[in-house]
Nanobody, 124 residues
Framework: QVQLVESGGGLVQAGGSLRLSCAASERTFSRYAMGWFRQAPGKEREFVTVISWTGGTTHYADSVKGRFTISRDNAKNTVYLQMNSLKPEDTAVYYC?????????????????WGQGTQVTVSS
């Protein structure tokens, strides 16, 4: 079972940037599509972005399109989320997830259980 550890969250002012990282425990990481989700207080967890196992295909939620960029380094078993032009509504706990393909990740069909996530707080 793949284990994922998110890091890089913090407190930032609106308009600022953060870079999240997600390190995977398995050598088969490069075969998985990887995604980021987030959950704000009182709200359900929502899809943010996904990247295919090759890194060649990405998809974004409309709310983050043009501001967030997902990338991966298969040699380091790590996926990244670069977040620019942050808004207070981006405040949430961010989770990464692995799936068999991008469509599965978008649908929430992920491997294993959710990790602890990393808190992102954007002040106005």
């Amino acid at each position: 079972q793949v284990q994922l550890v998110e890091s890089g969250g913090g407190l930032v002012q609106a308009g600022g940037s953060l870079r999240l990282s997600c390190a995977a425990s398995e050598r088969t990481f490069s075969r998985y599509a990887m995604g980021w989700f987030r959950q704000a207080p009182g709200k359900e967890r929502e899809f943010v972005t996904v990247i295919s196992w090759t890194g060649g295909t990405t998809h974004y939620a409309d709310s983050v399109k043009g501001r967030f960029t997902i990338s991966r380094d298969n040699a380091k078993n790590t996926v990244y989320l670069q977040m620019n032009s942050l808004k207070p509504e981006d405040t949430a706990v961010y989770y990464c997830a692995a799936g068999s393909n991008s469509g599965a990740v978008v649908a929430g069909q992920i491997f294993g259980s959710w990790g602890q996530g990393t808190q992102v707080t954007v002040s106005s």
